[in-house]
């Protein structure tokens, strides 16, 4: 059976435009092989679980993955690796991804479990499995003529292949006109894997 993991950054939750597109691309998949299962994470609940000193100490003591300063991480990671497709959908704040997002991170980056390291570069420890990330912003980002700085795609990209994760599409609704949603459906609908 294949699973879909959709993690939602954005603090309007299921309200927000692109957890609106990422169900009609679930919709999508659900219907195509009915023995698909969607796995929902409001990433919102995270910014309550905050990086705290026993986790820090956990990380860089490089403590057993079975204490409990792990229990929240493991649970985000197994619910990660179980996922054959993932699909993220993250509005842009201050030019990068919101803390909710950058905790996510913080919890499943771990060396030794979710990444190794030889002579200094980190490679990913988990399986590559099709991805979408699906951006939301007030302004331009990624179109011809954006004039802010976008440091959300490429360091979202670097912590999913530091993962293992590198088949990875990004998708923008840029601004809230309805023709920014179009735009970003009409991306999706040339997508091979996730149309
Ligand atoms: C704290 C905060 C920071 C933001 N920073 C940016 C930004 O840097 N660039 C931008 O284009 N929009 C920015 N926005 C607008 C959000 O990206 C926009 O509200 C979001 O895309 C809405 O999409 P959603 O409905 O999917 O959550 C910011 C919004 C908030 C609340």
């Known amino acids: 059976m294949s699973k879909i993991l959709l993690l939602n950054a954005s603090p309007y ?32 609940p995270m910014s309550h679980q ?9 990380i860089i003591g490089r403590q057993d993955h079975g204490v409990p300063a792990f229990t929240l991480s493991e649970s985000l990671i197994r619910e990660l690796e179980d ?10 704040h201050n030019f990068t ?12 980056l771990r060396h030794g479990r979710t990444f190794g390291n030889r002579d200094g570069v ?11 990330v699906i951006v ?35 998708v923008y609704i840029e601004g809230p006109a309805d023709e920014a949603m179009t735009a970003a459906r009409r991306v999706i609908q040339g997508d091979p894997v996730f149309r």
Request: negative net charge.
């Open 50 to 58: 905050p990086i705290i000193r026993d986790y820090a100490d956990a």
């Open 136 to 170: 939301t912003s007030g302004g331009a980002v990624a179109q011809p003529g954006a004039l802010q700085p976008d440091h959300l795609t490429d360091y979202l990209r670097d912590v999913l292949a530091t993962l293992g994760i590198s088949n990875v599409r990004f």
């Open 122 to 132: 980190k490679f990913g420890l988990l399986q590559d499995r099709p991805t979408l």
């Open 83 to 92: 996922s054959d497709h993932l699909i993220i959908t993250t509005p842009m």
């Open 13 to 44: 939750g299921d309200r927000s435009r692109g957890h609106a597109l990422a169900m009609e691309v679930c919709s999508t998949l659900l219907a195509r092989d009915p023995a698909t299962s969607l796995i929902e994470r409001d990433l919102g």
């Open 97 to 108: 991804v919101p803390a909710a997002l950058k905790l996510w991170i913080d919890y499943v």
